[in-house]
């Protein structure tokens, strides 16, 4: 059961370095996922808009960053960064003006970008280290830059095949298998 939850959204139009706090304005978050599956993570967040407050502003735009951080009873805690894939007003008599986001996870960045490769000589580490490369060399501007770390990762020969194409999602769920 869900005890209290705090939201931060970083602007697009300031590299993401601005931040607006969302937090008084939620409504309610009826969906949001923790997948750990490789699937990516979704969220709904309704925020309160009288006044049309983000409703008429420019205030909140897609690709902003929503930071959003739960915690249960029991002490379990989720935090996690989605991005603003599309906002949708909700204006009714029964209800007060609402904005809803649809978010998607940070990690969606990871199935805009394809790769394919020859793998057989590479090990995990090395493969890790191609995808990564993979993706911080063909990103957009929009896109988060990955910054990573293989000391934990094994460096054991791979048997996988990556001669077709495929998204780099795709990619490292196959290396952790």
């Known amino acids: 059961m869900v005890v209290s939850y ?3 959204v970083f602007t697009v139009a300031s590299s993401y370095v601005n931040t607006i706090t969302i ?3 939620i409504l309610s978050i009826p969906i949001f996922t923790d997948t750990g599956d490789g699937e990516i993570n979704t969220a709904i967040i309704r925020l309160s808009a009288i006044d049309d407050k983000y409703i008429t502003s420019t205030a909140l735009n897609d690709n ?6 739960v915690a249960e009873t029991g002490g379990g805690s989720y935090a996690r ?3 603003i894939m599309s906002k949708v007003n909700i204006k009714n008599k029964s209800e007060p003006p609402t904005l809803q986001l649809e978010l998607a996870g940070i990690e969606i960045h990871l199935q805009r970008v394809k790769v394919s490769m020859n793998t057989f000589t590479k090990s995990t580490r090395e493969l890790f280290t191609a995808l990564m490369d993979c993706y911080n060399q ?3 501007t929009l896109m988060p830059t990955i910054t990573y770390d293989i000391t934990n990762i094994p460096d054991i020969i791979s048997n996988l095949d990556w001669s ?4 780099i999602l795709n990619r490292l769920n196959e290396l952790v298998d």
Request: no cysteine; aromatic share 10%.
């Open 138 to 140: 063909n990103k957009t």
């Open 81 to 83: 960064t989605f991005e």
């Open 23 to 25: 937090t008084n304005d």
């Open 6 to 8: 705090s939201g931060t």
């Open 164 to 167: 077709t194409e495929d998204t």
């Open 64 to 69: 902003d960053r929503v930071y959003l951080v």
